[in-house]
């Protein structure tokens, strides 16, 4: 980041440079505390099971039913996928 007219580069505030280096949302990093973080993949995969045992109980084809299957492969998923790449780093020296 150019300062003056000069040419120098000017030095950007921590802040600043957070917010520069950011990229998206996606890649930000979010600070939960302990509890919930430790809860999450179980979160995850609770609601994927109940979803999942609600498809069961509705009787007919409505136009929600795709979308508690699609919601519950999403959460099975993620929640596989979170407690494994914590059990991984967990595991590593």
Known sequence: MLGTATGKEASLTNTQDDKRNAGSIVSRKIWLPKLLYDALPYFYLLSG?????????????????????????????????????????????
């Open 49 to 93: 099971i109940g979803a999942f045992l609600t498809t069961l109980y509705i009787s007919e084809w409505f136009w929600v039913l795709p979308h508690y299957l699609l919601f519950s492969v999403a959460c099975l998923h993620l929640g596989i996928f979170v407690y494994r790449r914590r059990r991984q780093y967990r595991d590593d020296p």
